[in-house]
């Protein structure tokens, strides 16, 4: 079976099968012509010789997905929806876990150049990536990361300020005014951009109180941490707010270990919307982050970036979810002094 056969079938030159079946036909074909090649190679159960066009092109047809951890749900997410999008165009993704977290990642190939067609990094500054992108010649898609990274050949973004926005709000309403922010002590762009948009949306509201508390990721870590901030001298915080639900899960861990309870005596918010925020008791407010639509978003970019083509720049928008782990103040408890 050739492309022959599937421009016969479909009543087209084998220049618009190869046009099609390349990916290449926007702009230079309609969409029905399209629709009616690619029907017609499924019919004719025809498969392009990948690699032989690969060769022609210089391309691998490979993307490298980074990420700080493979222990977190998210990227998880991230990489299942940059993996749907690549199978429907003939790529593949290798995932890889960058060995310092949010710092330098190493080259895990020989030569990356050689082995990949392009970078998409989750949750990194760009200049982490150098070793990776051989000094700067693969093309990098960012997804959560700095708009600004003048690296970067694109960049796909969560509405992260408006997702915090809504948790401020949310609790503003219920009537808080004494927070306490349970905030990533990891240095990267998405958790300062959630410490902004707090600090502005409460600067306004007069007689809000605003603590702020660094914690690791971790949950025992975030217990210690929210631990120490419901036990601080003065009034105590009759919110938590938290920069994701493992944070989240530490903080309700320490309102129960103190013999308090959520939400009766203190809120707890997170942020992520992992299945942990359904899991824990009562289940978190939280902001649902589309994971897979980022991912799918960062491999559509990515192949546009390839194809010469402007990437979509529209922030992915966010999801308040709220739950039963938030609910109006009793009262502005104390402390014990």
Not at 175 to 185: I, K, V
């Amino acid at each position: 079976m050739t492309s022959r056969d599937v421009a016969r079938s479909a009543g087209v030159s084998q220049a618009t099968v190869s046009l099609v079946l390349g990916e290449k036909w926007r702009g230079r074909v309609s969409e029905r012509t399209a629709d009616t090649v690619r029907s017609a190679a499924r019919e004719l159960g025809y498969r392009p010789n990948l690699a032989a066009r690969n060769l022609r092109l210089g391309r691998t047809r490979t993307a490298l997905l980074v990420v700080p951890a493979l222990t977190n749900e998210f990227f998880a997410r991230v990489y299942t929806g940059a993996a749907r999008v690549a199978a429907e165009n003939g790529f593949g993704v290798v995932l890889y876990p960058s060995p310092e977290g949010v710092g330098p990642a190493r080259d895990p190939f020989d030569s990356a150049r050689a082995a990949l067609d392009g970078v998409i990094a989750s949750s990194m500054a760009a200049d982490a990536l150098a070793d990776v992108r051989g000094g700067g010649g693969l093309p990098l898609v960012m997804l959560d990361s700095d708009p600004a990274d003048t690296e970067a050949a694109a960049t796909v973004n969560l509405d992260i300020a408006e997702g915090m926005r809504r948790v401020t709000r949310h609790l503003l309403s219920l009537g808080h005014r004494h927070f306490t922010h349970l905030a990533s002590a990891v240095d990267s762009w998405t958790f300062r951009v959630r410490a902004r948009a707090l600090a502005e949306e409460l600067a306004a509201v007069p007689h809000a109180v605003l603590h702020t508390e660094p914690s690791a990721l971790d949950v025992d870590e975030a217990r210690r941490r929210a631990e120490r901030a419901l036990s601080r001298p003065g009034a105590r915080p009759t919110a938590l707010i938290c920069d994701d639900d493992i944070l989240a899960a530490g903080a309700c861990k320490a309102v129960r270990r103190l013999g308090l309870r959520v939400p009766e005596d203190v809120s707890v918010t997170g942020f992520d919307d992992l299945a942990l925020a359904r899991a824990v008791e009562p289940e978190l407010t939280t902001v649902h982050l589309p994971a897979e639509q980022v991912g799918e978003r960062g491999m559509a970019a990515l192949l546009a970036v390839l194809d010469g083509r402007p990437a979509e720049s529209r922030a992915v928008p966010v999801e308040l979810m709220i739950r039963g782990s938030t609910a109006p103040p009793r009262r502005q408890a104390r402390s014990a002094d």
